[in-house]
């Protein structure tokens, strides 16, 4: 009786906090898509809008029977007391120009460190010089404020949530915890609805809890077929969704596609659907030193981020120790122990292929007496992957192509092929039986069934044409070196 009673307390104080905005964890949102229901697509809906509700901060708990949550007064509570922020925009002040601010603020300008975006920093200090407003942050929140720190816009900084996801939160039952906060959305479910939502969760969070079961090991032809953003399930989100090579047609990956031996990818696939992915990350079986080691990942969201990282630990793999395109030498073995490699070497078959990927960690491609290299580190006539359009440089090349003689097209951005003139890249064009009506006199219109539209005879119904300017080879002549 107790717990029944402290349970509807706690459904009342959610449905009677002040206006917010909605939020839920990742986890969270990531199990409702999980669950074929009206509710979670209502609810997933209004994620991250502001509503006329309170903010709740819902998360999963301890077991698939209950949810966790936070109100809006102790998430306001802890932001003001922690006084932590996240980087959103990684341009710190560090001109000479700003001697004045620096000296103001306490800050040595030797002493700067230039953050990342997305590192979490203490604000021990705030000032208004020239008419804007700057914060001095320590990025060692545990070492606040002695750790190292930067002087930066405070506009280009937001709350961190960090601690409003582990810290004062209290648990609720998941049907009493989703009926509460549908009613406070202004949404309504009948009970046969919550009950069947309520038994798919615990279905679907027991299912979940299989972490690994999604990760796929793939090799070949698969790993271009994965770069493309008609993979992702969410093609806009995250670094994922962020990814310079979303675009780019499969060949432009053929460096890793025609060395299986010793480059593939892991990929983790959607629980909602298995033929999209939310993950991918390049595996490479380095020859110095001798590990299997995990490049950059690239996820949607930073919890499935860390599940690459849990994965690689749990199979004996090494991955970068900052997930971004550095070349830095820092990596971390699966025990989780973080060191310094001078050298990341891998060998590859072939050292010249028709396009090459923007590459992050492995960068620079060599002749290795009888082997092509890719290694982190430049050596002498060393070749730079370090371009969105496919192309390689060198530090005595051209400083148009880099050495490489050609040029991206850039009417087509490199692939070769445009939207077809014709029917705009839809494949479709109006019926020209029916005008588009989808019917004649007759009755339905037989040439293109009732659906107003037939295939684009121009592309054949690919949408696609090849481009005229590089006549679809995706390159030309570079216009200064010839």
């Not at 999963?60 to 509570?77: V, Y």
């Not at 979940?208 to 090799?219: G, P, Q, S, T, Y």
């Not at 310079?244 to 460096?255: G, L, Y």
Request: charged share 30%; proline share 4%; glycine share 10%.
């Amino acid at each position: 009786m107790i717990t029944g009673y402290l349970e509807f307390l706690l459904e009342r104080r959610i449905m009677s906090m002040n206006e917010a905005v909605v939020r839920f964890s990742d986890r969270f949102s990531d199990l409702l898509r999980m669950v074929d229901s009206p509710i979670s697509a209502a609810l997933l809906s209004k994620r991250d809008e502001d509503q006329p509700v309170k903010t709740n901060y819902f998360d999963l708990s301890k077991d698939g029977d209950h949810l966790s949550f936070l109100t809006d007064a102790k998430a306001r509570q802890m932001s003001e007391r922690t006084r932590k922020v996240v980087v959103t925009n990684a341009a710190p002040v560090v001109s000479y120009n700003y001697s004045d601010l620096f000296k103001h603020m306490g800050l040595e300008r030797a002493d700067l460190r230039i953050p990342e975006d997305n590192d979490v920093g203490v604000v021990v200090g705030e000032a208004t010089w020239r008419g804007r407003d700057y914060l001095r942050l320590a990025l060692d929140p545990d070492r606040a404020p002695e750790g190292p720190g930067c002087i930066i816009l405070k506009s280009f900084t937001a709350p961190s949530e960090d601690d409003l996801w582990t810290k004062g939160r209290q648990d609720i039952r998941v049907g009493r915890g989703v009926r509460a906060l549908a009613a406070s959305l202004g949404l309504e479910f009948t009970d046969a609805q919550l009950e069947d939502f309520v038994n798919k969760f615990k279905a679907n969070y027991e299912r979940a809890n299989d972490a690994f079961r999604n990760f796929e090991v793939i090799k070949g032809p698969e790993i271009g077929r994965m770069y493309h953003e008609k993979m992702y399930q969410d093609p806009e989100r995250g670094d994922l969704g962020t990814s310079c090579m979303k675009a780019k047609p499969e060949w432009f990956f053929d460096i890793y596609s025609k060395n299986p031996g010793v480059c593939k990818m892991v990929v983790l696939r959607s629980s909602s659907d298995p033929n999209k992915i939310v993950g991918r990350a390049l595996l490479w079986r380095l020859k110095t030193p001798d590990i299997s080691f995990m490049d950059r990942i690239y996820a949607n969201t930073p919890t499935q981020m860390q599940l690459f990282r849990e994965y690689a630990k749990a199979n004996g793999i090494w991955h970068k120790a900052a997930n971004n395109n550095s070349t830095s030498g820092y990596i971390v073995d699966p025990s989780g122990r973080e060191m310094r490699v001078d050298k990341l070497v891998v060998e590859i078959d072939n050292l010249n292929y028709k396009a090459y990927p923007y590459m992050d960690t492995l960068r620079y491609l060599a002749d290795g007496h009888g082997k092509a290299t890719l290694s982190n580190e430049e050596s002498d006539g060393c070749r730079g992957l370090d371009d969105t359009m496919g192309r390689w440089s060198t530090d005595d090349g051209c400083d148009t192509c880099g050495g490489s003689g050609r040029e991206g097209c850039e009417d087509c951005m490199g692939t070769g092929t445009m939207d077809c003139w014709q029917c705009g890249g839809d494949g479709k064009t109006l019926c020209g039986n029916c005008d588009g009506d989808g019917v004649t006199d007759n009755g339905r219109c037989v040439s293109c069934g009732g659906s107003g539209e037939t295939e684009c005879e121009e592309c054949d119904g690919t949408g696609r044409n090849e481009c005229p300017r590089c006549d679809g080879d995706g390159w030309l002549d570079c216009a200064d070196c010839g």
